[in-house]
């Protein structure tokens, strides 16, 4: 089992920048895949970016794409969102997910693949 706390949310200026982390206690962090998530009001939560077990493998939605980088560091048991040229409509409370992952390249964009949570991050970006 994995415990998730995200950490870096705030309030920034269109085209800022901020670094969401997400640190995990528990076993074996190096086994889990990681994803991000967000969710607006009145919205559904929302894939954002994903990172495998090993952090050879990534992705991301087509709306941060080229905006937003993940990566992670096994031996801090820490992932990161690095988010640049942040957009109003980047404005949601941010979650990372854990999930076992079969393959070291494995990653998951699906919200419902994924088994543990963190309790989220406020990110509020002003035009």
């Known amino acids: 089992q994995v415990q998730l706390v995200e950490s870096g949310g705030g309030l920034v200026q269109a085209g800022g920048s901020l670094r969401l982390s997400c640190a995990a206690s528990g076993r074996a962090f190096s086994s889990y895949a990681i994803g991000w998530f967000r969710q607006a009001p009145g919205k559904e939560r929302e894939f954002v970016s994903t990172?495998?077990?090993?952090?050879?493998?990534?992705a991301y939605a087509d709306s941060v794409k080229g905006r937003f980088t993940i990566s992670r560091d096994n031996a801090k048991n820490t992932v990161y969102l690095q988010m640049n040229s942040l957009k109003p409509e980047d404005t949601a409370v941010y979650y990372c997910?854990?999930?076992?992952?079969?393959?070291?390249?494995?990653?998951?964009?699906?919200?419902?693949?994924?088994?543990?949570w963190g309790q989220g991050t406020q990110v509020t970006v002003s035009s």
């Open positions: 997910a854990a999930r076992l992952a079969t393959f070291s390249l494995s990653y998951y964009y699906s919200r419902y693949e994924y088994n543990y």
């Open positions: 990172i495998s077990r090993s952090g050879g493998g990534t």
